[in-house]
Every structure is written in C-alpha cells, then in structure tokens.
C-alpha cells in the first residue's frame, strides 16, 4: 500500500496539500500517484506570481509511461515553485512528500475553508481501499 503521510490533505486527483506557518499551502503528489505514473523524467510547473484557479490545471507531470496534468484543488497566487524539479524530476519519484513538493501558493481567502473540502488522511485511504 502506497504511503499516506497524517497532517496533510489529499485530492481524489492525488495530489496532497499541506498547510505552512505562514498560511501558504504546498502542493504535491501522492506515493501512490508517482507509483502509478512510474519514473518521472520532467515536471512543468507555473512561474511564481501566476494566479491560478481552484481545480485548474497548472502544469504536467511526464514519465516514462504517460503525462499527466497536474492540478490545484485551490485558487490564489503561486508564492514559490520547487525549482529543483527542472533538473531532478526524479525526486518526486524518491520523496514525493519532502524533496519532491512542486508548488507553494498563496490561497484566496481563508486557508481552512479551502481545506475543509479536501480529504483528510483517512478519507484519502479508504478512497483508495475501493
């Protein structure tokens, strides 16, 4: 069973989400999503300072079988992107919930309302048990 990290938030797209001090929330993909798509080779993400919309697409994530496009459960403004990904994709493959984060966005309006209608731990885990 794929890894499923407590304190986070999780889309039915898996993706997850994570809440920082300062308000801004981070954004990946699951264990399980990078087991499913296999080795990534290149991920393309938004410049910092794009405003993005909740459940647009936002860039895409290609490996050796398929590419994917990576979506944002919430709109706001993209405050930091993990520039590492441009040469080491494959971090998303080795730490998908540490190294491998893809973007840190400044969310419209109040954090927690936009958590609110995500999935927590639990929830993501019996969402793949079916």
Same mark, same amino acid.
């Given at each position: 069973?794929?890894?499923? +990290?407590? @304190? =986070?938030?999780?889309? +039915?797209? %898996?993706?997850?989400?994570? +809440?920082?001090?300062? $308000?801004? /929330?981070? =954004?990946?993909?699951?264990?399980?999503?990078? %087991?499913? /798509?296999?080795?990534?080779?290149?991920?393309? /993400?938004?410049?910092?300072?794009?405003?993005?919309?909740?459940? @647009?697409?936002?860039?895409?994530?290609? #490996?050796? +079988?398929?590419? #994917?496009?990576?979506?944002?459960?919430?709109?706001?403004?993209?405050?930091?992107?993990? $520039?590492?990904?441009?040469?080491?994709?494959?971090?998303?493959? @080795?730490?998908?919930? $540490?190294?491998?984060?893809?973007?840190?966005?400044?969310?419209?309006?109040?954090?927690?309302?936009? /958590?609110?209608?995500?999935?927590?731990?639990?929830?993501?885990?019996?969402?793949?048990?079916?």
């Amino acid at each position: 069973m794929s890894e499923v +990290k407590a @304190g =986070l938030y999780y889309t +039915k797209d %898996h993706e997850w989400v994570e +809440k920082l001090e300062n $308000g801004n /929330l981070r =954004l990946g993909i699951t264990d399980f999503a990078q %087991h499913q /798509l296999g080795d990534i080779v290149f991920v393309e /993400l938004p410049e910092a300072g794009a405003a993005v919309e909740a459940e @647009g697409s936002i860039g895409s994530i290609e #490996s050796v +079988k398929t590419v #994917s496009d990576l979506f944002c459960p919430v709109g706001g403004t993209i405050a930091a992107v993990n $520039g590492a990904l441009e040469t080491e994709p494959e971090l998303v493959n @080795g730490a998908p919930y $540490g190294e491998g984060w893809m973007i840190e966005i400044e969310p419209d309006g109040a954090a927690e309302g936009l /958590l609110a209608g995500l999935l927590t731990p639990e929830q993501y885990e019996a969402e793949q048990a079916d």
